[in-house]
Each structure stands twice: as structure tokens, then as C-alpha cells.
């Protein structure tokens, strides 16, 4: 590549890093508030909600990567118009289209990182994410080792610890199982133990009180025990695992057994390859935005008030570009046979942007032939 592409692409990048960071970090802020209210009202430590932070982060970034594109083509191209860079080397003789250049190959830059993110990392992220909330899912201590709550590990069933002691003792334990019609049976105790065995976990309750409460006599039988074993492995009800979920299978795992992966996920056929066809055209609407952005800035001429104008008609082909995409969702959906249309986001998009650039070239007419740039 020539100087001036080196440094316009550099230029591109290092705004693209920037834009993708701020927006990766209000995105991931957003998200990150809801996991930390969820993970921690349950119990988790912050570990795990580190843990999950992370494994979310490649889908944050898969969603911010068009607009942080399209913010840096925006940014550079009105950045070196204001000082005068774009006006020296067209008066070199540099059309718009060979100012597309740079930002061309910018664009296939970010297509090759929403491929990678698209077809591989986001659905491992997925994946591991899924496994993980199962696991965290069937954790005994999330459930019901909380002091100074009520908790309700399961449907009919509350559960209360007053305070865990260092040596792992609850005390002040209060435990309602409603599971039974017209029955409700309480356990209080003074202390109680948790234990593991082979025949799952066990709670040794101490110094308490039974009452059963029939609802069909109203009868209220009460008895004091020393110590009760209660079989508690009832309150976790393991999620099924089995199944995969479309958004954790990757791509080539999809072309290469569209029928088996419809088979282990329960959809249809038609929805596997919507789905790999969707994550090809994340990719290409990459270097659509890229185009666009770059295409609104050069297609207008210079205002005393900016380029404002060309900002807001930047932004509004990209709306463009959204509604198309969200018009033919659901016919894709529905109908396998439609598949091309998943691409006509992209080729509206690539369209709208090469007519911009041909109506920017349109008037040009080079003084002379552009020099050489120097080795």
C-alpha cells in the first residue's frame, strides 16, 4: 500500500479502537448491573460473576464492531477534511474512488474480526456460558446458604437461615415444604448441619420443632426433636443439558451436519441455515457500514456549518439498512427458500454507498495524474 493509504488505515484503526471501547463499555456496563444483581442476589461470589462478565464479552463486542466502523470512518474522513488533507491529495488528482481504498480495506479488516467473533468465538463464549449457568444452577450453597432471607430454592418450599457460623453451623433454621396438597409441614431448629453423602445432601437439624397443618381438618400436629434428617437433594431440579442451543454450535459444525445439529437443538432445518446465513451477513454488513459512513462524508461539499449534514444522512442510510434487515426477518424465517434475502441488508447497503461515491466522482476532474507516493 502507498504512504497516504498506510496512514489513512491507521488512522481508521486507531479511531476504530477507540469508538469500540467506549461503546464495548456502556454495553457491557448495561449488562453487567442485571448479571451483578442476578449473581449476586443468588449468592455467587464475584468470581463467577467476573467469570460470566467475561464470557459475555465477545457477543458485546460482535454487537458494537458495525457502529464503532462505521464512527471511525466518519470521524477520520470529517477529521482530515477539516485540515485540509483530503483537499490536498485530490488536488494531486486522487479521486473519491481512490480515496475509497484505505477505507475499503479497513472495511475487510473488520469482516475478517466478525467472522472470527461470528462463526467461532461467540458461539464457544455460548457454549461455555451455558454450561456454566447449569452448573451454578444446581450449586446448593447459591441456593439456600444466604443468611437473613427468605429463600425459595423451589416451587412451594421457603427456606431461612438466621446466620452461618465460621465452622459452617446455621442457626436459626426455618424451613416450610408446601409441596403437599392440603398440607403444610415447618421445621424450625436452633442449629443444623449440611452434609453430603452418596445418596445427595442431607440437612441435620437440631434442638427444633415439627409442625404439620392439615387444610382439610385444620389440625396442627406438633413435635419436638432432638435431631432430623431432611433430604434436601429435592429442591434441585438439574436443568436438561442435552440439548444444544443454536447460538453455542459453530459455524462449520452447522455446514458440515445441518440435519444432526437440527436434530440435538430441536429446530427445523430451515432455521440452521438461517442462522449460519445470518452470521455471514454480520460480516458483510461490517464493511457496509464502513462504506456508508465513508461515502456520506465525501458525497457532500464543504459548509461553513459543517458537516452535520452529512453525519445525519450517514446515520439515516444506516436506519435504512436496519429496517431492510428487520423486513425481511421473518419471511427468512418462515421460509427456508427465501435465504437470499438475508443478504439484501447488505447489498442495499453496498448499493447506497457506491451510488454516494459515484455521485462524489462525478464532477471530479484531475488536474493532472496523482504522484508517487515516495518508497
Known amino acids: 500500500m502507498q504512504r497516504f493509504d498506510r496512514y489513512m488505515l491507521s488512522q481508521l484503526m486507531m479511531l476504530f479502537g477507540f469508538f469500540s471501547l467506549v ?12 448479571l451483578f444483581d442476578r449473581l449476586i442476589a443468588d449468592g455467587h461470589s464475584a468470581g463467577v460473576f467476573l467469570e460470566f462478565s467475561m464470557l459475555s464479552l465477545p457477543s458485546v463486542i460482535a454487537l458494537v464492531l458495525p457502529m464503532a466502523g462505521f464512527a471511525a470512518a466518519i470521524y477520520v474522513v470529517n477529521r482530515m477534511s477539516g485540515d485540509s488533507e483530503l483537499t490536498v491529495v485530490q488536488a494531486t488528482g486522487y479521486s473519491p474512488w481512490r480515496l475509497t ?5 479497513f ?39 444466604r443468611e437473613g432471607a427468605f429463600l425459595h430454592p423451589t416451587s412451594g418450599v421457603t427456606f431461612y437461615i438466621r ?8 442457626r436459626d433454621v426455618l424451613l416450610s415444604d ?35 397443618y392439615t387444610a382439610d381438618n385444620e389440625r396442627l400436629s406438633t413435635t419436638n426433636f432432638e435431631d432430623l434428617t ?18 453455542s454450535v459453530p459455524t462449520w459444525e452447522m455446514l458440515m451436519s445441518p440435519t ?30 464502513v462504506l456508508i459512513g465513508h ?31 428487520s423486513a425481511v426477518a421473518d419471511p427468512v424465517h418462515d421460509n427456508g427458500q427465501l435465504w437470499p434475502l438475508a443478504y439484501l441488508p447488505s447489498v442495499v447497503g453496498l448499493a447506497v454507498a457506491l451510488l454516494l461515491i459515484r455521485r462524489a466522482a462525478a464532477p471530479f476532474r484531475p488536474g493532472r495524474a496523482p504522484a508517487e507516493d515516495p518508497a
Request: net charge negative.
Open 23 to 34: 461503546l464495548v463499555a456502556i454495553y457491557w456496563v448495561n449488562r453487567a448491573v442485571v
Open 101 to 105: 481504498r484505505p477505507v475499503l480495506a
Open 107 to 145: 472495511g475487510l479488516i473488520l469482516m475478517l474480526i466478525m467472522s472470527i467473533l461470528a462463526h467461532l468465538l461467540v458461539p464457544l463464549s455460548y457454549a461455555q456460558l451455558r454450561d456454566r449457568e447449569q452448573e451454578i444452577s444446581t450449586s446448593l450453597s447459591a441456593r439456600i446458604l
Open 163 to 170: 446466620a452461618i457460623t465460621e465452622e459452617g453451623e446455621l
Open 178 to 212: 408446601r409441596r403437599t396438597a392440603n398440607q403444610v409441614t415447618t421445621y424450625t431448629a436452633e442449629r443444623a448441619y449440611l452434609l453430603r453423602d452418596d445418596a445427595g445432601p442431607k440437612l441435620v437439624m437440631v434442638a427444633g420443632l415439627a409442625q404439620v
Open 230 to 247: 431432611y433430604d434436601i437433594s429435592g429442591l434441585i431440579v438439574p436443568s436438561d443439558g442435552d440439548e444444544r442451543e443454536l447460538d
Open 260 to 289: 444432526t445439529i437440527a436434530e440435538e437443538t430441536g429446530e427445523r432445518l430451515t432455521e440452521v441455515w438461517e442462522a449460519v446465513h445470518l452470521r455471514f451477513e454480520a460480516a458483510f454488513l461490517c464493511l457496509v457500514a
Open 295 to 325: 461515502a456520506a462524508m465525501i458525497s457532500g461539499r464543504f459548509s461553513r456549518f459543517g458537516a452535520t449534514r452529512q453525519i445525519v444522512m450517514g446515520i439515516a442510510l444506516l436506519v435504512l439498512v436496519k429496517l431492510v434487515e
